[in-house]
Nanobody, 114 residues
Framework: QVQLVESGGGLVQAGGSLNLSCTAS????????MAWYRQAPGTQREMVAS?????TIDYADSIKGRFTISRHENTVNLQMNGLTPDDTAVYYC??????????WGRGTQVTVSS
């Protein structure tokens, strides 16, 4: 089993920055991909950024150049700069195991005011 603990959400003005952090514990050797997803009200959950051992890093087009994902051992961070109200959402940490199973954190709210 892998457990995820997220931190770092909050309220920020447009143009501001936040850093999200997610630490995995338990059977962390199972973790292949660590990623951040987000879900705004009335929308589907979408991938924001992912970090695969190797490493391979992927970003959603909407946040390229503004967000940076990094991973150190069992912690994945998402540095978010130049935030806009469109970035308002609940952000979820995700681990995909080598067996293809998805594990989710509880989510952390990010609110960007205009």
């Amino acid at each position: 089993q892998v457990q995820l603990v997220e931190s770092g959400g909050g309220l920020v003005q447009a143009g501001g920055s936040l850093n999200l952090s997610c630490t995995a514990s338990g059977d962390t050797f199972l973790a292949n991909i660590m990623a951040w997803y987000r879900q705004a009200p009335g929308t589907q959950r979408e991938m924001v950024a992912s970090f695969t051992r190797g490493p391979t890093i992927d970003y959603a087009d909407s946040i390229k150049g503004r967000f940076t994902i990094s991973r150190h051992e069992n912690t994945v961070n998402l540095q978010m700069n130049g935030l806009t109200p469109d970035d308002t959402a609940v952000y979820y940490c995700n681990v995909r195991t080598y067996g293809g199973r998805d594990i989710w954190g509880r989510g952390t709210q990010v609110t960007v005011s205009s």
